[in-house]
């Protein structure tokens, strides 16, 4: 006998396309009516996409087609526009949903560990050398890193009357964190939505003012925050960090397709620790050679730039000096961030 205890556990494994995390989980099933052994499912989304409806229809139907004895499936969509917090409606395309924010670059990775917020920081840094106004978000809740590298966790940011916050402002740049928030050894405990809360008032309850580009230094992987960050805000381009070798690569080809699923534009590959270069000269392909450029390649977009292995590098982070912060024709790290920018300027302002 069919009961909806089964249809649910197999809905559990039916994920959104792109994600890691299944339709039930993120509340989208809202109805499940049974007569007999048919099965009708009602689901609620919030997209423009039409392949993610499909997928979802595609992955529904395969999984209750499993159950032994069942009848006929169908499945009721009920989709609407992903809505624009600020004004109710929706966000046109090209515009962020964030006031006074022109163009909204997510930095990205597949898995941790592969320099993501290094080069989040340094990035948003570099563009600000250019004379643009820059904004840095935090939005990896259970592992910031940004109040560090910024040299600020000594700083808490301030709140308005209306309950607003106010960002830290260090090296040139606006930025918020948890790490702002939290003492060094204070584990964040939250949940898949509270912790989507948390992002939502990180990217529209900070007075961010004027802002040429807003940094997202997002968590690794394809959960929660990811998908509440291109649900609902209007990213102009994407920048996926990788480092060399295979076993980094394959997370970045997830982190690709997931933003590729959801229509949000993938600026370019970024490969980090490319090399090790010694005083004199020799480099040394710690984590192998070659692997950033073959996977923008496959992926038909830019190789935007190879980061070394720098002592110095990590030196500066560590006391919250950014290497970005040196001029770029005597560093040849921060000229590379510097490059990094430039191009992202001319990809986002074509």
């Not at 730039?305 to 006391?319: K, L, N, S, V």
Request: charged fraction near 20%; hydrophobic fraction near 40%; include cysteine.
């Amino acid at each position: 006998m069919i009961t909806e205890d089964l249809v649910r556990e197999k809905l559990k494994k039916v994920n959104y396309p792109g994600f890691s995390r299944d339709i039930l989980s993120f509340g989208l099933v809202k109805k499940i009516d049974l007569h007999g052994n048919d099965i009708t499912v009602f689901i609620s989304l919030a997209t423009r996409d039409p392949a993610v409806p499909r997928g979802i229809h595609e992955g529904v139907e395969s999984a209750l087609n499993s159950l032994d004895g069942v009848g006929k499936v169908t499945i009721e969509f009920d989709i609407k526009d992903p809505p624009d917090p600020v004004t109710g409606g929706n966000p046109a395309a090209g515009q962020s949903s964030i006031p006074g924010v022109k163009k909204i670059i997510v930095v990205a990775s597949g898995k941790g560990g592969v320099g993501k917020s290094t080069v989040s920081t340094n990035l948003a840094i570099a563009l600000s050398k250019t004379g643009a106004r820059v904004g840095l978000c935090d939005c990896d809740l259970y592992g910031p890193s940004v109040a560090l590298m910024l040299g600020a966790t000594d700083q808490q940011p301030m709140a308005t009357d209306q309950n607003e916050i106010v960002p830290i402002e260090a090296h040139g740049i606006k930025a918020i964190s948890m790490g702002f928030l939290l003492s060094e050894d204070s584990p964040v405990i939250v949940r898949g939505p509270l912790a989507t809360r948390y992002t939502q008032q990180f990217l529209r309850q900070c007075l961010w003012g004027e802002l040429d580009y807003l940094v997202l230094d997002l968590p690794p992987g394809t959960g929660d925050i990811q998908l509440t960050i291109v649900q609902t805000v209007a990213v102009d381009g994407t920048v996926i960090v990788t480092t060399p070798q295979e076993v980094a690569l394959i997370d970045a080809r997830k982190a690709a397709s997931m933003f590729r699923k959801v229509n949000v534009p993938i600026s370019g590959i970024v490969e980090n620790m490319a090399w090790f270069e010694c005083d004199h000269g020799e480099k040394y392909p710690i984590f192998g050679e070659g692997g950033g450029a073959t996977e923008a390649a496959r992926l038909g977009v830019p190789l935007l730039g190879q980061i070394p292995i720098d002592i110095a590098t990590r030196e500066r982070a560590d006391r919250g000096e950014p290497i970005a912060t040196l001029d770029p024709a005597e560093n040849p790290i921060s000229a590379a961030f510097a490059d990094l920018a430039g191009k992202m300027i001319s990809i986002l302002n074509p």
